[in-house]
């Protein structure tokens, strides 16, 4: 199974802070990447794919970058809502594991 | 707009099978090249994939499930179901079902959850 290594796997931010997470596969995972964001008790929900395509609907703010094994997503200009557990996902080649997660705090 | 809502029984014994439903609500399962896609968390813990299934019903499964995990689709009732067996407490999570483009292979739209509790 390819390992996905999310860091920081907490965070404490400001609002209007810039922040960044990142994701490692343990091997070569091309661009095939999602990022999910949940809210406490709710489902997740797509961010990005394909390392850096921005889904329909999803805000600006939200970015992607990396290829191969390295990336991270960024989140520009913190609000209230953006506070909440990031997971990347590969789906290079099954079983799609997950990262731990990330957990954005607000500071 | 295409939605997914999980259903089955949110208790069930040690030993038994788990077994839930995905509806898929707002078009049709046949339509568009999709996979179909079973994911749990258990509470305060991290998302684990499960297993997709193709309209074909070829399915893939995570090996550290293979042996008690079934995935199956009904495209006459647009739905797609999972059946856990031999369930223990460690099986107790939220399951979600969600849908997997072929672009590549990410989950694109997600169910709301059904918690499940083994016990």
């Known amino acids: 199974d390819i390992q996905m290594t999310q860091s920081p796997s907490s965070l404490s931010a400001f609002v209007g802070d810039r922040v960044t997470i990142t994701c490692r596969a343990s091997q070569n995972i091309n661009n095939h990447l999602s990022w999910h964001q949940q809210k406490p008790g709710k489902a997740p929900k797509l961010l990005i794919y394909g390392a850096s395509t921005l889904e329909s609907g999803d805000p600006s703010k939200f970015s992607g970058s990396g290829s191969g094994t390295d990336f991270t997503l960024t989140i520009n200009n913190l609000q209230r809502e953006d506070f909440a557990t990031y997971y990347c996902?590969?789906?290079?080649?099954?079983?799609?594991?997950f990262g731990q997660g990330t957990k954005l705090e607000v500071k | 707009q295409v939605q997914l809502l999980e259903s089955g029984p949110g208790l069930v014994k040690p030993s038994q099978t788990l077994s839930l439903i995905c509806t898929v609500t707002g078009g049709s399962m046949t339509s568009g090249s999709y996979y179909w896609s079973w994911i749990r968390q258990p509470a305060g813990k991290g998302l684990e994939w499960i297993g997709r299934?193709?309209?074909?019903?070829?399915?893939n499964y995570n090996p550290s499930l293979k042996s008690r995990v079934t995935i199956s689709v009904d495209l006459s009732k647009n739905q797609f179901s999972l059946n856990l067996s031999s369930v223990t407490a460690a099986d107790t999570a939220v399951y979600y079902c969600?849908?997997?483009?072929?672009?590549?292979?990410?989950?694109?739209?997600w169910g709301q959850g059904t918690s499940v509790t083994v016990s």
């Open positions: 299934i193709y309209n074909n019903g070829s399915p």
């Open positions: 996902q590969q789906s290079y080649s099954t079983p799609h594991t």
């Open positions: 969600a849908r997997v483009s072929l672009l590549d292979h990410h989950l694109d739209i």
